[in-house]
């Protein structure tokens, strides 16, 4: 590992790449990224950094979204199928069948999403800010594509008229809330944080609920010593570094994103090494995929 680590840095500075990495990935990408943490905060260093290549330790549609955001950059996948199920759970025809329907609707995108999905929404959004996102669009009717469990959360939490589509995590979806009472019941002084793609059912149970980055940042914050955490299993790896004292417990059956766990650190070095998998969108598409991105930064400041 250490040889590849070296190998991984001589290569980023003959190519001035970074690596880029979600909180989901194994703990041993996590720690040859040059930067790690939620999608939000991603996409942010994917526009703003100004290195040539940007290995995304992560999904397509993260890919997919650096390369929009920043299209002058060459975006590489360590592993060109890992892509998030959910991505794909929504249609522009059932966009265009909803704005018939509505007249002064807005498609609220979460990132979460394909490039064609983006073409046809108004505006993206994150677990991190799809709250303020909603509310600050002058908008009554809200179409939010394509996670149900985020856009009901929205919904809980906003007057705006929110429509669901039939989308989800399929390992957020998955978690139950008998498996959440079991943990409770067990460390009862814990307190539970959680991810917003976890149904009302699960949500219903949480003391706090926010993307990967604020979870993490709650622990930080808290001067509680054990908290049950409710997303995908990488975050461990970030927890543990910042909290070295505290206690965490995660649902069973472990929730595992498979997709995530596809990228590892040899893929990382032979895709830098030989420029595989570059993100290729074309302009028609990343011209209006931009669109929401841009607004999302905008409306998010
Ligand atoms: P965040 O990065 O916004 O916490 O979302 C989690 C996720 O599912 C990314 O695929
Ligand atoms: Fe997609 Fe869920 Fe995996 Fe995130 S955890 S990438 S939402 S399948």
Known sequence: MKDLKEKITALKAEKNA??????YVSPDVQEIADYVGDSFYLAKIAKSSDAETIVFCGVEFMGESAKILSPEKTVLMPDASADCPMAHM?????????????????????????AELKTVSDVCVTSANALKI????????????PDKNLGSFVRKNSDK????????????????????KKLKNKHPCAKV?????????VLSCADYIGSTSGII??????????????TEIGVIYEL?????????????PLPVCADMKKITAEKVYSCLRDNLNKVEIDDKTREKALIPLNRMLELAR
């Open 18 to 23: 970074v690596i880029l990495a979600h909180y």
């Open 90 to 114: 929504a249609s522009a025809e059932s966009v265009l069948e909803m704005k018939k329907k509505y007249s002064d609707l807005a498609v609220v995108c979460y990132i979460n999403s394909s």
């Open 134 to 145: 909603v509310n600050a669009l002058p908008n009554e009717n809200i179409y939010f594509i």
């Open 161 to 180: 008229n929110i429509l669901l589509n039939e989308g989800w995590c399929p390992i957020h979806n998955n978690i139950t809330a008998e498996s959440v």
């Open 193 to 201: 944080l959680m991810h917003p793609e976890c149904t009302e059912d």
């Open 217 to 230: 940042e709650y622990t930080e914050k808290s001067p509680e010593k054990e908290f049950i955490i409710i």
């Open 240 to 252: 543990q570094k910042r909290n070295p004292n505290k206690k965490f417990y995660f649902p069973e």
